[in-house]
T-cell receptor, first 113, second 110 residues
Framework: NAGVTQTPKFQVLKTGQSMTLQCAQD?????MSWYRQDPGMGLRLIHY???????DQGEVPNGYNVSRSTTEDFPLRLLSAAPSQTSVYFC????????????FGQGTRLTVV | RKEVEQDPGPFNVPEGATVAFNCTYS??????FFWYRQDCRKEPKLLMS???SGNEDGRFTAQLNRASQYISLLIRDSKLSDSATYLC???????????FGPGTRLSVLP
């Protein structure tokens, strides 16, 4: 069972470059989200989606875009990378809103130099 | 003040010890509560949900006090494999917003 698949696992970008982090899930989950994890900060919500065609901003959305054209895929785009975006990024999915388990991808370690 | 706060840790305990983690949350509208476990350089995984009546899963016991906005996790008879970071997670209003605490790191020593 694949679950939530994120690519790439590691990435180094130069300041100002753009890139897309890929996230796919095969569990037919409606809810998908992107988090970043920084030391001492916990996971912070960047953007989320409650279904295909529906996205919304989380706690720290600036500098990132998302789209949800299918139930399975939820890519995260960095528009113009900055050193402050150096972090570990996790994609997560869950079936619905009430008391359901969130399944995470393995994470993408991004360094912006 | 962070919405979800946890013991800063780290906790270093010998095998077989009992260890307790505390978590407080500030949003009284929070509806559901979880403990997640995160191994070093890995993704978080659900350890257990936390119910109002308290719940137990083997060596792990979770308690919720809604009046005090406080959640706890007790681990009995600690194993080396329990070494990880434990994340307190709160879900506001049954929505998308899972709010994560910063985590408490546990090292179980031989």
């Amino acid at each position: 069972n694949a679950g939530v698949t994120q690519t790439p696992k590691f990435q180094v970008l130069k300041t100002g470059q753009s890139m897309t982090l890929q996230c796919a899930q095969d569990m037919n989950h409606e809810y998908m989200s992107w988090y970043r994890q920084d030391p001492g900060m916990g996971l912070r919500l960047i953007h989320y989606s409650v279904g295909a065609g529906i996205t919304d901003q989380g706690e720290v959305p600036n500098g990132y875009n998302v789209s949800r054209s299918t139930t399975e895929d939820f890519p995260l785009r960095l528009l113009s990378a900055a050193p402050s975006q150096t972090s570990v990024y996790f994609c997560a999915s869950r079936a619905g809103p009430r008391n359901t388990e969130a399944f995470f991808g393995q994470g993408t370690r991004l360094t912006v130099v | 003040r962070k919405e979800v706060e946890q013991d800063p840790g780290p906790f270093n305990v010998p095998e077989g010890a009992t260890v307790a983690f505390n978590c407080t949350y500030s949003n009284s509208a929070s509806q559901s509560f979880f403990w997640y476990r995160q191994d070093c350089r890995k993704e978080p995984k659900l350890l257990m949900s936390v119910y109002s009546s308290g719940n137990e899963d083997g060596r792990f016991t979770a308690q919720l006090n809604r009046a005090s906005q406080y959640i706890s996790l007790l681990i009995r008879d600690s194993k080396l494999s329990d070494s990880a970071t434990y994340l307190c997670v709160v879900n506001r209003n049954y929505g998308q917003n899972f709010v994560f605490g910063p985590g408490t790191r546990l090292s179980v020593l031989p």
